[in-house]
């Protein structure tokens, strides 16, 4: 029997170092730890990918060090790796030929080998953001950071990059322009990759051109891009800010396409459907979303409760006709409904209005006061008298 987790539609990295799977179909998230470990600061997951082509396993790498082997068929964690080395947490992690790749935001990319073969280890200057592997070609790899320009390794030959970018012109005043890449993503069928930028820009780079600078940059916002995916065509890549905008910006033409709503928070991952036009996003304001790259429309929002760093999305494309066991224990984290429905489904709650006082003439001026208390007194003087 399939494991309940094998039906999980998007895999949710959490600060709190929970794995979080959600079936979008039944509205139902998941969360997966590491035996009964009480989760700290240290377990919080940074870096996702999965660890071969079937999406039947999910590498998770934690803030402390370390690497767990997540399995979809079974639900649980089967392995733990400690690939500690350089400092800062992890910015990308890979697969390549059964050797896990790491890179730290220190600078390190290291290839794990096992225990006959020697690891190989690769200075990539400090300050990283990310690392990306060219799915096309798993062999080569593409970082940068703050003050650390884009390159691409190729880890068979891994002595010096294949490809260095060079930073754009000084500006309008003849300044430098600071360096500080995101995330990137290599284009399929090409050795293009884009970029985008903490201060705001999308470009696109070449290595197959003599010229070492962008071919193609466009500006959007005015707040640091935080992560990248291509659609499905790879004409567009769907981009994310840390103040929660969310665009697609086409990269033929150089220019804002569309704008995604409904973000309240800084966007830590983005990832587009390889088929279909869907694209899932999650970030510091704990939802999981999923959008129709079409009509714009949100398809889904998933409140995950914790902040978010990282998703991966699976790549199938018939999500409506699988079917989970219903005799299987989901321990399920939460059931989210739209917020149209939980409204809807309050109960009114009728407030009494307070009555307005009468107004009654008291030695030519008009105060406010109570018909009952009035008639009481006329009716004592008429006795008096």
Known sequence: ??????????WVGSETGLLKGINL?????????????????????????????????VFVGCLDGSVRLFSTEKGKFTETRDCVGGEGPFCGLAWLDNSLITCVESGLLKVWRDAASENVEIQVGSG??????????????????????LKVWDLHQPQEPIFRAKNVRNDWLDLRVPVWDRDMQFLPGSEKIVTCTGHHQVRLYDPSSPQRRPVLEVAFGDYPLTALSLTSDANAVVVGSSHGDVAVIDLRQGRLVKCLKGFAGSVRA??????????????LDRFLRVHNLHHKHLEHKVYLKSRLNCLLMTSREKWEDESLDPSADLQSDVKEEDDDEIWNSMEVVATK?????????????????????????????????
């Open 1 to 10: 029997m399939a494991s309940p987790a094998r039906g999980n539609h998007v």
């Open 25 to 57: 179909q039944k509205k139902q998230a998941t969360n997966y730890k590491l035996g009964d470990t009480v989760l700290g600061r240290h377990d919080a997951v940074t870096a996702m990918c999965w660890a071969d082509p079937y999406e039947s396993e």
């Open 128 to 149: 990283v953001c990310r690392m990306r592997q060219n799915a096309e070609q798993p062999h080569r790899v593409a970082t940068g950071g703050k003050e650390n320009c």
């Open 270 to 283: 983005i990832q587009c459907h390889p088929v279909l036009p869907l694209v899932a996003s999650c970030g």
């Open 353 to 385: 209005r307070k009555t307005e006082p009468q107004l009654c003439s008291v030695g030519g001026h008009t105060e406010p006061q109570k018909v009952k208390g009035l008639k009481k007194r006329k009716k004592i003087k008429k006795a008096e008298s």
